[in-house]
């Protein structure tokens, strides 16, 4: 459609039709202020400041609701427009409490910044009391309504961007206000306290917790969060050389845009928390054998670190070495962590603790689709045509990820969600398929999304056009579905076949996105799961489309970039093989360095050599193995075996105190670096504050260890190693050169063919039996991300009253009598055993879980749900760690 | 149906429910079946007759005998002498005011003898429960004559030929609505209609919907076939519990009748409507809130365009009428826009309902040709002021409204001439204040009324009614200083410009337009503090005037606390300490003797 043209302060301008004169003008750098608009919100027209004249009708509009029309002849700063402005602000004035001295907005406030700029001073009107609730008792949120003004961005916010549906307005005229349901506090209401809304409230009505610091901070610089994979821009406040508090960052085409979650908003007070490694230790033995780790300086830690080293490689050999890298560090310090390995001490023996978390699957994924579909925009998701939510615990994994899809189904996407437990996603709309009627709890998923493919085939909603060119069905996958009865396969898994049947009509010749799980290949039947929606997404062409295909969250920070950089036991950065020899060549000429030729231990692998003691050393940068790994005993046992472990990292916990050599490294907003997201998007950032104490940057630890180690090359600077990333992974070629890049994919979109999985009927995998009649999953709540390393140090966090309980069904919970005593008031305490160990901790009944199911939430107490997993079942290709046979005992 | 000798057409509507009709039913059923004349006298019980003030009232057909607040104890002699002699029974007939002679016959009286009755055309003439007595006068022939004789254009081209405007207040014309709903393309488009009638002192719509609820469904049958909508709701109060029902009745008869549902008489159209209950927000009066509020959301306007006409209800092209605008659809269709167009000014066309209240004698429902002067409606049709009170101003178009002094009352009802002088049609609410109303009080009462019914979206409504309220009330309470007014008449203009919707733009006028007509008084307020109609207690000395005194004793007797020592002959005291200020006492005194 031809632009519109019209006249603004007398200056001709021209803009799409439907662009309101607000957008119009700003595009032409006429500011109009306003208290109620925001870019990523629908046009409200509450506040009414933004008011212009039309010099035509006279009339005066809200040019935030305004669409342009031709001819228009707009003023945007009449002696008129001032005068109603000036009116409108001095009634929000004179009725707003008169304590900017001490309000946490400061001179942020944007009514206050409104007021100044149009002269309003003196009101001249009587006193209005307008007496609000004041609420300090959650430990994230201060809301202090008698300074709000009703520009409704909150409520906005939290219906359309983050869609939760915590706040809404309650009463009329004068007394409206957002409030929770029946007026409850926010941390009894569905609030999950992301915090949009206090980064969006113009006034001191929405403030930050804080207990250590008031006021407005210093500086704001933009970072990227380190906590989950959706890798969203943070703008952080400094003052003093701290963190005081968290926004999301201003810029434009961010992963998140205004939102944020509870812990990207909330726990990044973990920075400040008195665990932190402040100086390099090494372990010291006294006259009486007793040992102690004492602080001393990074040249002689290192020293000892590099001759260690050195001393057992010479004596045990390059195997006895083992290297544990960090999916929360950054490409830079993974990629020189594993070079190091591999060039100084010569050994393949390199993973991360995202082998347990996530690499698995974003390896499957890349492996099925053949590396064609690394990038995956979400806001191609939130554009998608259909989504199957497959397990997905993105709402607490991944947020920002949650709040995409939630937003494609206000947008009218239609929504499958197959997950035995009512998530929030499955409570949000669309179709939920579930075990109505019984069905074997571990063979769930695969159950259910065959009996949809089979309803698709039969009902012709696949792309035949598509398959025929790009699926190769070797297995005869197609012919054996296609011979199934889709409502056998619904009844068998205990799903009504009327549900698979509606979800199959709306999903019908659609192209859909995929959101399976971040843990789907750490859970019982993952592989085989992954496999029936790989199928599916082939026959329905959604491999081919771009708001469609499997969209992977990832659960920590860096896990795709820590893969990217070569931190796997048999693979060099850029996913070359080690055993493909003219990959493995093509590096080491890069690198004019050998590559040890056998591929290394796996973290599994790693800890059974160590128990069998033929593992020597441990080099450990970012993780914490006793907190995140199955049967922590079993892990403690086996580190206590080695003969030298160092522990870079930023907070002390059990695995330094087992170390000889801990080195205190920087959190992320300490150092300068880049994360690579579950989309695919390179993010580099520079450090905000610096390290408390004597911390360094780990990129600058391990620089100056390989210097120590005697490796040539001097990493002065990040850029160095910036360098050689660009050369050796082709898919990084622009890292560094702008704040945001995207991983490059190569080869054309999409390659000849795709194989077909064959058709899986599950294995019985840890089914329940009489000894342990429950089937317990241990998964993410959005207060801890995975193993709670940080979050359990955010003090907010730990303040906030969420104790991570045993959810326990309703029926089972009557059956065990838990449910009565839940009612008392007080949350019963249960002993929870598996084959493997046993947790005490208090329960409650989780209405959305299936009889037979409990579910575990990871993090809390730091993280002794790993007490009752199988540390055997991290054996590749994996069985499973989170699900587990259990029983309950009470207390 | 057989035919009954006669038919006594008692009023059922909500005010005659409240003085009595009911057990005068109740007496009137026993008598005639004591009397063994049930097989040739029927009683109908029927909607509004308008005559409120009057109630309960029934009309004896054929004669058309009217008669008037009838009691239980009055029902031997009427039957004994009216149904079975054939006598008029004179003491239960109308008395004129003026000539105080007894009138009979309905079409004589001159409350209804100046009246047309078009979008009322069935109030007491039918049983609205029964479809039947609906289509036997006429009813669905223009819905029939549209669904099968008309495209949707020349319904549309008819009803703009009427020059039917919208009669919710903002007098938008219905055809052209019509034609930017049709026009627009969409997979399901919606009828709806606005039955939320909310000012204070209006019941328009509640009665025709009691009286004649038929008449609005065959105008939703109209219009959805002109625009091609397929589902219509019906946005009615819940505290019209009567209309609910009769709306409720009537849907399910057209249904049975096929007259809702699918292939409306065999036209292939479908049409089906269904009730919407409000909850009692005034702002869900407005379109776009009323909308919200159907689709199950807190009813809060947003603003326009996009107009409902291309994303109304659920985002859908959407067309929403007035009860009284679709009332008048089917005449217009059966016998064509230019016979409505025949009565009316130049831009207001036909008739316009008025529920007429206050301080006037006929309190009731009305219906004028557009044109009729003001000064007519309410004297004469009206009847006047009672007690011999003055007229003082009549308040026009609800709380948004504005009220028009004694040297206006010639002007005609039209759109244009009534905005002309600071009020609106409105609904067609018509307050009469006699010369006891304080205008500074009345403008306090409107605002106080419009600050609670304010939803809080915007700014300017929500803090500038509450503002204008407070700054009111401290006039009324005698702590007004004259910057108080430019106050006032400032934060009016912002309020009137900047507000989001029709409710706030508007929410001024009571201030505006006392302030316009009766500033005199804010200045007595102000300055003299000094209410010259005394209604604000707070300037008020309570004491009596010994001059003026009469020494009559009305007021000892309407003191409710017993705060007034009087004698015969002797001047009236009031004990301040028993006091209560109610000002009863200002009420009940002819003489304007308490000061």
């Not at chain 2, 006039?475 to 006032?488: A, N, Q």
Request: glycine content about 10%; hydrophobic content about 40%.
């Amino acid at each position: 459609m031809k632009n519109i043209v019209l006249t603004i302060n007398g200056k001709k301008v021209s803009a799409p039709p439907g662009t309101s004169i607000l957008t119009a003008a700003e595009k032409n750098g006429i500011a109009i202020p306003t208290l109620c608009s925001h870019e990523e919100l629908a046009p409200y027209g509450a506040c009414r400041i933004c008011l212009v004249e039309e010099e035509n009708s006279g009339r005066l509009m809200a040019s935030c609701v305004t669409p342009v029309a031709p001819e228009m002849t707009i003023h945007t700063d009449s002696p008129r427009v001032k005068d109603h402005r000036k009116n409108i602000v001095r009634l929000m004035i004179a009725e707003h409490p008169e304590s900017c001295i001490v309000c946490n907005k400061g001179n942020r406030c944007e009514l206050r910044r409104v007021a100044a700029e149009l002269g309003v001073a003196e009101t001249r009107l009587y006193p209005m009391p307008n007496h609000k609730p004041f609420e300090t008792h959650n430990p994230f949120i201060v809301r202090d309504l008698a300074k709000c003004i009703l520009c409704g961005k909150c409520i906005r916010a939290d219906h359309e961007r983050v869609a939760v549906g915590a706040i809404d307005y309650s009463d009329r005229g004068f007394s409206s206000r957002p409030v929770t349901l029946h007026e409850m506090p926010l941390e009894k209401s569905r609030c999950t306290f992301c915090g949009t809304c206090v980064s969006m409230c113009p006034t001191g009505a929405l403030s930050t917790h804080n207990t250590f610091f008031t006021g407005t901070p210093e500086t704001e610089e933009t970072t990227i969060c380190g906590f989950c994979g959706a890798g969203c821009s943070l703008s952080l406040g400094v003052s003093d050389n701290r963190v005081v508090e968290v926004n999301p960052s201003p810029d434009r085409d961010t992963v998140n845009g205004a939102t944020l979650c509870v812990r990207g908003h909330f726990a990044h007070d973990f920075l400040l928390s008195p665990e932190r490694l402040l100086h390099p230790l090494v372990r010291e033995t006294d006259e009486e054998g007793n040992t102690r780790l004492a602080p001393t300086g990074f040249d002689a830690a290192l020293s000892t670190v590099a001759g260690r080293l050195a001393d057992i490689k010479r004596r045990n050999g390059e195997e006895s070495i083992g290297f544990i890298g960090s999916a929360k560090c950054t490409n830079e310090e993974n990629y020189l962590f594993q070079k190091i390995a591999r060039v100084i001490f010569g050994t393949n023996n390199i993973t991360s603790t995202g082998a347990a978390g996530g690499h698995a699957l974003i390896r499957e994924v890349a492996e099925k689709t053949k590396g064609t579909c690394r990038v995956r925009r979400l806001s191609s998701l939130e554009n998608a045509d259909a989504i199957v939510a497959v397990l997905s615990d993105t709402d607490h994994a991944v947020p920002v990820a949650g709040y995409h899809i939630k937003r494609a189904v206000k947008k009218g996407a239609p929504l499958v969600v197959i997950d035995p437990y009512r998530s929030d996603l499955a409570a949000f709309g669309g179709v939920w398929l579930h075990p109505e009627k019984g069905g074997k709890s571990g063979a769930f998923g695969i159950d259910a999304i065959n009996a949809l493919t089979a309803r698709l085939i039969a009902e012709g909603g696949v792309d035949r056009a598509f398959m025929d060119r790009y699926a190769n069905d070797e297995h005869g996958w197609l012919p054996a579905i296609s011979a199934k009865d889709p409502d056998a396969l619904a009844k068998q898994a205990g799903i009504a076949p009327e549900r698979v049947k509606q979800a199959a009509s709306m999903l019908k010749n659609r192209k859909i996105a995929f959101v399976p799980p971040c843990d789907l290949l750490e859970r019982q039947n993952g592989k085989a799961l992954l496999d029936a929606l790989f199928n599916l997404a082939l026959i329905t062409g959604a491999l081919g489309d771009k708001n469609a295909g499997i969209f992977i969250p990832a659960l920590e920070n860096n896990a795709v970039g820590a893969l990217d950089m070569g931190c796997a036991p048999d693979m060099l950065p850029g996913w070359r093989k080690i055993s493909d020899a003219s990959e493995k060549e093509s590096v080491a000429a890069m690198w004019e360095a050998a590559i040890p030729e056998k591929e290394g231990k796996d973290i599994h692998a790693m800890i059974e050599a160590a128990e069998a003691g033929t593992l020597k050393a441990l080099y450990i940068m970012g993780e914490n193995p006793l907190r995140s790994l199955p049967d922590p005993e079993r892990v403690r046992g086996a580190l206590k075996k080695l003969d030298f472990i160092v522990v870079q990292d930023i907070l002390q916990n059990r695995t330094t105190e087992l170390a000889h050599v801990v080195l205190p490294g920087a959190a992320f907003a300490e150092k300068q670096g880049s994360f690579t997201n579950m989309e695919g998007r390179i993010q580099s950032f520079i450090p905000v504050v610096s390290p408390p104490g004597d911390a360094l940057p780990d990129w600058a630890i391990l620089a100056m260890l390989a210097r120590k180690a005697g490796y040539p090359e001097h990493y002065t600077a990040i850029e160095k190693i910036r360098q050689e990333i660009r050369r050796v992974v082709p898919s990084y070629t622009a890292l560094g050169s702008h704040r945001q890049e995207w991983v490059k994919q190569n080869g054309s979109e999409i390659p000849d063919s795709f194989p077909l999985a064959p058709l899986h009927t599950p294995g019985t995998g840890s089914e329940p039996d009489e000894k342990f009649p429950f089937i317990a999953y241990i998964g993410s709540r959005r207060w801890h991300l995975g193993a709670g390393t940080r979050t359990a140090r955010s003090a907010r966090i730990t303040a906030s009253g969420r104790t991570g309980e045993i959810e326990i069904a309703p029926a089972d919970a009557m059956d065990l009598g838990i449910a009565n005593d839940s009612e008392n008031g007080g949350k019963p305490i249960i002993r929870l055993l598996s084959p493997f160990g046993a947790i005490e901790r208090a329960a409650a009944v989780n209405q959305g879980l299936p009889k037979g199911h409990i579910f575990v939430p990871q993090g809390f107490y730091g993280n002794d749900a790993m007490q009752i997993a199988d540390f055997n079942a991290l054996k590749p290709p994996g069985s499973g760690w989170r699900n587990v046979r259990v029983r309950i005992e009470k207390m | 149906m057989n035919q009954a000798r006669l038919e006594l057409m008692l009023c059922g509507g909500t005010g005659c429910r409240a003085s009595g009709s009911h057990p005068f039913k109740d007496a009137l059923a026993a008598e005639i079946t004591r009397r063994e004349l049930d097989g040739e006298i029927r009683i109908v019980e029927t909607g509004c007759n308008g005559f409120c003030a009057v109630g309960p009232v029934m009309l004896v057909l054929p004669e058309d005998v009217f008669y008037q607040k009838l009691r239980p104890e009055d029902v031997p002699e009427l039957v004994e002498e009216h149904l079975i002699k054939g006598k008029v029974v004179e003491r239960l007939l109308y008395k004129d005011p003026g000539t105080k002679k007894r009138i009979p016959l309905m079409h004589d009286i001159p409350f209804f003898s100046n009246q047309m009755f078009w979008a009322m055309r069935n109030k007491g003439y039918i049983d609205p429960e029964k479809i039947d007595e609906y289509i036997a006068r006429d009813g669905y022939f223009g819905a029939a004559r549209a669904l099968t004789e008309m495209s949707p254009e020349m319904i549309i081209e008819e009803v703009k030929t009427s020059g039917l405007r919208g009669r919710g207040g903002a007098g938008f014309p219905a055809g052209v609505k019509w034609e930017f709903a049709s026009k627009t393309q969409s997979d399901i488009k919606y009828t709806l209609c606005n039955a939320d009638e909310g000012d204070p002192g209006a019941f328009m719509d509640r009665s025709i919907l009691e009286a004649d609820p038929h008449a609005v469904l065959e105008g939703m049958i109209i219009a959805a076939r002109a625009i091609g909508s397929s589902k219509g709701y019906i946005y009615c109060r819940t505290e019209y519990p009567l209309a609910l029902a009769r709306l409720g009745l009537a849907i399910k008869q057209a249904r049975e009748y096929g007259l809702l549902g699918k292939d409306i008489l065999g036209s292939g159209f479908d049409f089906d409507v269904e009730i919407y209950q409000g909850a009692g927000a005034f702002v869900c009066g407005e379109e776009t809130a009323l909308m919200r509020s159907i689709e199950g959301r807190r009813g809060m306007p947003r603003p326009r365009p996009p107009f409902p006409a291309h994303k109304g209800l659920f985002n859908k092209p959407t067309v929403l009428n007035n009860v009284e605008t679709l009332a008048n659809v089917g005449q217009i269709i059966l016998h064509g826009g230019e016979r409505y167009a025949s009565v009316g000014t130049e831009t207001s066309k036909g008739t316009k309902v008025f529920a007429i209240s206050g301080d006037v004698n006929n309190i009731g429902l009305v219906e004028v040709p557009m044109g009729i002067t003001l000064r007519k409606m309410i004297f004469e049709i009206g009847g006047g002021i009672p007690k011999k009170r003055k007229f003082k101003a009549v308040q026009l178009g609800g709380p948004s409204g504005g009220c028009i002094p004694e040297h206006l009352l010639d002007t005609p009802v039209d759109f244009e001439e009534i905005a002309k002088v600071g009020a609106i049609m409105g609904s067609g609410g018509v307050i009469v204040m006699d010369d006891q109303t304080c205008m500074v009080d009345m403008a306090r009462f409107f605002m106080d009324f419009i600050q609670e019914e304010s939803c809080g979206k915007c700014t300017p409504c929500r803090e500038g009614t509450r503002r204008i309220l407070q700054i009111v009330e401290r006039i009324c309470e005698g702590h007004g200083v004259p910057e108080d007014i430019e106050t006032l008449e400032e934060l009016s203009v912002v309020i009137k410009n900047s507000s989001l919707c029709g409710l706030g733009q508007t929410a001024p006028n009571p201030v505006l337009s006392t302030l316009r007509y009766f500033r005199e008084e804010y200045d007595a307020h102000v300055y003299e503090k000094r209410c010259p109609a005394k209604r604000c207690a707070a300037l008020l000395d309570f004491k009596v005037n010994e001059d003026k005194c009469t020494k009559c004793g009305l007021c000892y007797k309407a003191c409710p606390v017993d705060a007034i020592v009087w004698k015969k002959k002797e001047v009236a005291f009031i004990d301040q300490e028993k006091c209560i200020q109610c000002l009863s006492c200002f009420s009940a005194c002819k003489f304007d003797a308490i000061d």
